[in-house]
């Protein structure tokens, strides 16, 4: 059984910065692509970053390019997003999720992802 929990959410104000974190459990993570979506109220949930089972290759959202960066350290069963110069649309609860055995690269849609996390929420102010 899949199990991803997702840390590191808070309110901060506009131009701040934040780390969520997720640890897995469950699988041998370091074999699997993984990715960060977020979902806003009374909005669907959206593409926010992936990277691939080294880390090595990683893909962005362009409304996230240049100010967040996801990492990963498999050692620790670890999944990072650093979110810098953060904006008030970036409010929303973020997820984190393990890509599905065969998907293709950039993982970007939900339906490339079998395991999720509770979600932990991020709300910026102006």
Same mark, same amino acid.
């Given at each position: 059984?899949?199990?991803l929990v997702e840390s590191g959410g808070g309110l901060v104000q506009a131009g701040e910065?934040?780390?969520?974190?997720? @640890?897995?459990?469950?699988r041998t993570f370091s074999n699997f692509p993984m990715g960060w979506f977020r979902q806003a109220p009374g909005k669907a949930r959206e593409f926010v970053a992936c990277l691939n089972w080294s880390g090595g290759r990683t893909y962005? %959202? !362009?409304? @996230?390019?240049?100010r967040f960066t996801i990492s990963r350290d498999n050692a620790k069963n670890t999944v990072y997003l650093q979110?810098?110069?953060?904006?008030? !649309?970036?409010? %929303? @609860?973020?997820?984190? %999720?393990?890509?599905?055995?065969?998907?293709?690269?950039?993982?970007?849609?939900? =339906? =490339?992802y079998d395991g999720w996390g509770q979600g932990t929420q991020v709300t910026v102010s102006s």
């Amino acid at each position: 059984q899949v199990r991803l929990v997702e840390s590191g959410g808070g309110l901060v104000q506009a131009g701040e910065s934040l780390r969520l974190s997720c @640890v897995g459990s469950g699988r041998t993570f370091s074999n699997f692509p993984m990715g960060w979506f977020r979902q806003a109220p009374g909005k669907a949930r959206e593409f926010v970053a992936c990277l691939n089972w080294s880390g090595g290759r990683t893909y962005y %959202a !362009e409304s @996230v390019k240049g100010r967040f960066t996801i990492s990963r350290d498999n050692a620790k069963n670890t999944v990072y997003l650093q979110m810098n110069s953060l904006k008030r !649309e970036d409010t %929303a @609860v973020y997820y984190c %999720a393990v890509g599905r055995f065969g998907s293709s690269w950039p993982q970007t849609s939900v =339906d =490339d992802y079998d395991g999720w996390g509770q979600g932990t929420q991020v709300t910026v102010s102006s």
